[in-house]
């Protein structure tokens, strides 16, 4: 293995990231075959790590990373499982741990867990636009979507699309409401298949870019799909 040097940038990055990480916190960065969990602000271990050279190099160098701010890397009761045979398993495996990490997911005020909460309740809104570097040194503009969780305590825990994805499932995922209360809901195949069955088949939509009544911008996850509109609440419903 090459000797690994930590640069101040990681430094900055790593004081930060860690720092911001709630206690018993769970990081598993992508694709690497490990997670760590935070046991206090300056103890971190290994709770999931995959059998693998290559696995071990970068728990080296995470370790290196953490040293550096600080922090004590705490290994031995780790959990450790073997590489996946194909991408289909891999795949596969992957999400099947991203989903057990997001049931451990809490407030981080009350600490009730998240998945628990009323995520019927929730509905993507649109936070406004930002601007990426791309790898060619160029920008690119994306659209930032959020959830709003609200906790049994009132605090409000802002959640990124793809990890409600993970928390909710594909059926509140594949959902949002308009301005005036209608809520799109994306069908299955078989509800697809009622639907054109069915003597009603105008409750069905297919969505755009943009919301068929109310022009405003459909969350880019569920362009392309055929949904069912549901009404809400109406504009004189004082509660909403
Ligand atoms: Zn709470």
């Not at 000797?3 to 940038?9: D, P, Q, V």
């Not at 649109?126 to 605090?155: A, K, P, R």
């Not at 078989?190 to 003597?199: I, L, P, S, T």
Request: glycine letters at 6%; one cysteine or more.
């Amino acid at each position: 293995m090459n000797e690994f040097e930590t640069t101040n940038e990681m430094k900055t990055w790593a004081k930060e990231h860690f720092d911001n990480m709630g206690i018993e916190g769970v990081w598993s960065p992508e694709g690497t075959g490990l997670t760590y969990q935070k046991i206090s602000n300056d103890t971190w271990r290994v709770i999931r790590m995959m059998n693998h050279p290559t696995v071990q190099e970068n728990h080296m160098k995470f370790t290196t990373i953490m040293m550096s701010v600080g922090i004590n890397m705490v290994m031995g009761d780790e959990a450790t499982y073997d590489p996946p045979a194909s991408s289909e398993e891999a795949y596969a495996q992957e999400a099947a741990h991203k989903m057990e990490i997001a049931k451990s997911w809490s407030c981080p005020k009350c600490e009730r867990i998240l998945a628990e909460l009323e995520l019927e309740k929730a509905y993507p809104s649109f936070e406004g636009m930002q601007e990426i570097l791309l790898e060619d040194g160029n920008t690119h503009e994306v659209e930032v979507w959020s959830y709003n969780l609200l906790c049994t305590c009132e605090h409000v825990t802002k959640i990124d699309p793809d990890d409600f994805h993970l928390l909710a499932g594909d059926y509140l995922f594949m959902r949002y409401v308009n301005s005036e209360g209608t809520l799109r809901q994306c069908m299955t195949r078989k509800q697809m298949v009622e639907m054109a069955d069915a003597d009603n088949p105008e409750l069905g939509v297919v969505l755009g870019s943009k919301d068929p009544d109310t022009k405003e911008r459909v969350p880019s996850w569920m362009w392309g799909t055929y949904c069912m509109s549901v009404k809400r609440w109406g504009l004189s419903d004082e509660e909403e």
